[in-house]
């Protein structure tokens, strides 16, 4: 086997394992930024609570209050 043809053998192998390992990368990629967009969400929805905590809070102090 020639050495043209054993590095032309090699770089059709190296394609088809860029082939092979691209896709799953892409899936990986891709529920990464779904994750990230989800734990996005879920932390603005709790900061969100977070900020209304203390005005509930006091809510129930005055309810607590009158009754």
Known sequence: M???SRHSGWSHT???LK???SDPCDLIK???QL???QY???KLECDKLAS???ETQHHY???YEIS
């Open 2 to 4: 020639s050495a043209q």
């Open 14 to 16: 190296l394609q088809q």
């Open 19 to 21: 082939f092979i390992t």
């Open 30 to 32: 891709d529920e990464f």
């Open 35 to 37: 994750l990230q967009a």
């Open 40 to 42: 996005h969400s879920l």
């Open 52 to 54: 209304k905590k203390p």
């Open 61 to 63: 102090v005055m309810y």
